[in-house]
């Protein structure tokens, strides 16, 4: 299939299903068309975790493809990205209403507009891609890899304007498909997103008006596309191996302790018994280090002796507690901060290793632009400060360590300190227990696994509610604890692998691919303008 053969692949509607598919499609005007939009993007929503079921994407992507071709000018294709892309964020992201009820009396208010208005903000990203595209003037097949380019660009954006929001990009849809989820080794996940518009997309193509050659030319080429990344992926599983770190024991605590009595005063001290009586669970004999969730010990455990002595009584010998804690300024001493921290303390009492969390969450940990926003806004109840930057730790029996704490496994290529010696494996606490059961845990626990593949590292994953867990450095669970199921796992340490492509380059490769893509969608409509 040559160049030549696919560029002359029409965009105008031809007969047949397809055909009437996406003539429909693109004859839709006013609210007809809103509401398509809308309701394509909630169908693939349905390929994020927790369903994971992809063949949504086989109408969705071709769905807004053949909306972009219907646009009568940049406003409108800007409004099918836009309200495809409000469909597909508002089936994502329905679980962060469960926040707000943990207190409904005081944030109930504010549901429509942390689901409505989040999706319809993180929208403009989705809006923006469809309106590049139309602005390319790009027709034909090449559309498919100018409109994957422009995705892919904006989904990058998305990861750091505004401090940035990458949550669910189009690529996680794989973490249903292991073999392909491979691929996030070389390109990451937003390269997967490339991919995964291109797959796609490219079927859109089966409605142009072109001969029956060019429209399986450019079916090939997306099945092509697949089936390499299927063939990488089972490759680079079946080399997996099952090392381990030897003389490492790893127990992840999880009590289930519900939101709306985490913090309640009074429980407070029956909390941290909770965790002293599933950390000593049978078993404990045989492992070296515990690990709690994000702010399990509810106590000031850098100023309280007291009660830092009893996390450090159920310290295995010669190993440590590794949990999550506030932790605040010296009294006395402005002015007055608070950190969102992971503490690693020894059987003597001793704080040995600290990491205060660097990538805060807006509105829940601190409330952006506060001169101009009611304090009311602030779901966390206080404002944290940020730490000084992404730590690799070398604690006592431990490889180094990258720790990360909830929100900040959500980033590609910002889990690791550039800066910093390599670690060994990633750790994350969270608490999950903001989200409720809903599809909120799935799609952290998939984010979470993406960065182990991404990186080549392990991931330990220690939650309050759910769902703790372990991956090797090819993303395999080795180690689960269900959500909303109180206890504990012991597993062992995967070794990590040498740093892959995406762990020594970064974003730079998905970046460069999406300019690859954009040059092939320019040299495609150029020849097919040569051939018309």
């Known amino acids: 299939m040559s160049l030549a053969d696919l560029a002359v692949t029409r965009s105008s509607p031809a007969s047949g299903w397809f055909g009437t598919a996406a003539g429909g499609l693109a004859a839709l005007a006013g609210w007809k068309r809103r509401a398509v939009a809308i309701a394509l993007g909630a169908l693939g929503a349905l390929a994020l975790p927790p369903v994971g079921f992809l063949p949504v994407l086989l109408i969705a992507l071709p769905g807004l493809v053949w909306l972009l071709d219907g646009s009568p000018n940049r406003r409108a294709a800007f409004g099918a990205g836009w309200w495809w892309g409000l469909g597909w964020f508002l089936v994502g992201l329905y679980w962060i209403a469960n926040a707000l009820l943990i207190e409904p009396e005081k944030f109930g208010w504010m549901i429509p507009f942390a689901t409505l208005g989040l999706s319809s903000v993180v929208a403009v990203f989705t809006g923006t891609a469809t309106w590049l595209t139309r602005l390319s003037g790009v027709t034909g097949v090449g559309r498919v890899p100018v409109l994957a380019s422009a995705w892919t660009l904006m989904e990058w954006a998305r990861s750091w304007v505004l401090t940035g929001f990458p949550w669910n990009p189009l690529g996680s849809v794989w973490d249903a498909a292991a073999p392909v989820l491979q691929a996030g080794a070389l390109m990451g996940v937003f390269g997967l997103s490339l991919f995964t518009l291109l797959v796609f997309g490219l079927l859109a193509t089966l409605a142009d008006s072109a001969p029956r050659r060019q429209k399986i030319g450019a079916v090939t080429v997306s099945l092509l596309l697949l089936a390499a990344a299927f063939g990488y992926g089972t490759l680079r599983l079946a080399a997996a191996n099952d090392d381990s770190v030897s003389d490492v024991r790893l127990r992840l605590v999880q009590p289930a302790i519900g939101q709306s009595h985490k913090w309640r005063e009074d429980l407070r001290e029956a909390h941290l018994q909770a965790y002293l009586q599933l950390s000593k669970a049978p078993g404990w004999d045989k492992v070296t280090?515990?690990?709690?969730?994000?702010?399990?010990?509810?106590?000031?455990?850098?100023?309280?002796?007291?009660?830092?002595?009893?996390?450090?009584?159920?310290?295995?010998?010669?190993?440590?507690?590794?949990?999550?804690?506030?932790?605040?300024?010296?009294?006395?001493?402005?002015?007055?901060?608070?950190?969102?921290?992971?503490?690693?303390?020894?059987?003597?009492?001793?704080?040995?290793?600290?990491?205060?969390?660097?990538?805060?969450?807006?509105?829940?940990?601190?409330?952006?632009?506060?001169?101009?926003?009611?304090?009311?806004?602030?779901?966390?109840?206080?404002?944290?400060?940020?730490?000084?930057?992404?730590?690799?730790?070398?604690?006592?029996?431990?490889?180094?360590?990258?720790?990360?704490?909830?929100?900040?496994?959500?980033?590609?290529?910002?889990?690791?300190?550039?800066?910093?010696?390599?670690?060994?494996?990633?750790?994350?606490?969270?608490?999950?227990?903001?989200?409720?059961?809903?599809?909120?845990?799935?799609?952290?626990?998939?984010?979470?696994?993406?960065?182990?593949?991404?990186?080549?590292?392990?991931?330990?994953?220690?939650?309050?509610?759910?769902?703790?867990?372990?991956?090797?450095?090819?993303?395999?669970?080795?180690?689960?604890?269900?959500?909303?199921?109180?206890?504990?796992?012991?597993?062992?340490?995967?070794?990590?692998?040498?740093?892959?492509?995406?762990?020594?380059?970064?974003?730079?490769?998905?970046?460069?691919?999406?300019?690859?893509?954009?040059?092939?969608?320019?040299?495609?409509?150029?020849?097919?303008?040569?051939?018309?």
Request: aromatic share 8%.
């Open 289 to 532: 280090h515990l690990i709690w969730p994000e702010t399990a010990a509810p106590f000031l455990l850098d100023h309280d002796d007291a009660h830092r002595a009893m996390v450090a009584s159920v310290a295995p010998p010669g190993g440590m507690v590794l949990t999550g804690a506030p932790r605040v300024t010296p009294q006395g001493v402005a002015p007055f901060r608070v950190w969102n921290s992971l503490m690693a303390i020894d059987g003597a009492s001793q704080l040995v290793g600290l990491y205060d969390k660097v990538h805060l969450v807006p509105f829940g940990e601190y409330v952006p632009f506060r001169a101009i926003l009611p304090a009311a806004v602030n779901i966390g109840g206080m404002d944290f400060s940020p730490g000084a930057g992404l730590r690799t730790l070398t604690l006592p029996g431990l490889p180094p360590v990258s720790p990360l704490i909830c929100y900040e496994a959500i980033f590609p290529a910002e889990v690791v300190g550039r800066d910093q010696p390599r670690p060994a494996w990633l750790l994350t606490i969270t608490n999950d227990g903001w989200f409720g059961h809903s599809a909120g845990p799935y799609q952290h626990l998939a984010a979470g696994r993406m960065r182990a593949i991404e990186e080549g590292l392990p991931l330990v994953r220690a939650a309050n509610t759910g769902i703790s867990a372990v991956f090797d450095a090819w993303g395999r669970e080795l180690a689960r604890l269900e959500l909303g199921h109180r206890g504990i796992v012991d597993a062992v340490l995967p070794k990590p692998l040498p740093p892959t492509l995406f762990a020594l380059y970064g974003n730079t490769l998905p970046l460069a691919l999406s300019l690859l893509c954009t040059m092939i969608g320019l040299a495609l409509c150029r020849v097919q303008r040569r051939a018309d």
